[in-house]
Nanobody, 123 residues
Framework: QVQLVESGGGLVQAGDSLRLSCAAS????????MAWFRQAPGKEREFAAT????????YYTDSVKGRFTISRDNAKNTVYLQMNSLKPEDTAVYYC????????????????WGQGTQVTVSS
């Protein structure tokens, strides 16, 4: 069993930065692709970024490319999402996911999910 706990969300202004963290329990973290998804009010959960178990393969959704950076520290069982130049349209609950089996961009591919952390960007 793997538990994921996100932190780092908050209320910021457009153009500001935030760094989200996802702390994982369990011995499988270092062998698991990890990802960040987000869900805005009234919308479906959407893929944001994913990182392979050794950090060598990274994907971003087009809307965050050049602004967001996903990284991981396997020694700390933690994955991060550095978010720069935030926009109001980035407002959402951000979820950490792990235990992938399938497409890394698909929410249905992930077995483990955190509880989410709210990010609100004001204009």
């Amino acid at each position: 069993q793997v538990q994921l706990v996100e932190s780092g969300g908050g209320l910021v202004q457009a153009g500001d930065s935030l760094r989200l963290s996802c702390a994982a329990s369990g011995r499988t973290f270092s062998t698991s692709t990890m990802a960040w998804f987000r869900q805005a009010p009234g919308k479906e959960r959407e893929f944001a970024a994913t990182i392979s178990m050794n950090g060598g393969i990274i994907y971003y959704t087009d809307s965050v490319k050049g602004r967001f950076t996903i990284s991981r520290d396997n020694a700390k069982n933690t994955v991060y999402l550095q978010m720069n130049s935030l926009k109001p349209e980035d407002t959402a609950v951000y979820y950490c996911a792990g235990g992938r089996s399938g497409s890394p961009r698909s929410a249905g591919s992930y077995e483990y999910w955190g509880q989410g952390t709210q990010v609100t960007v004001s204009s």
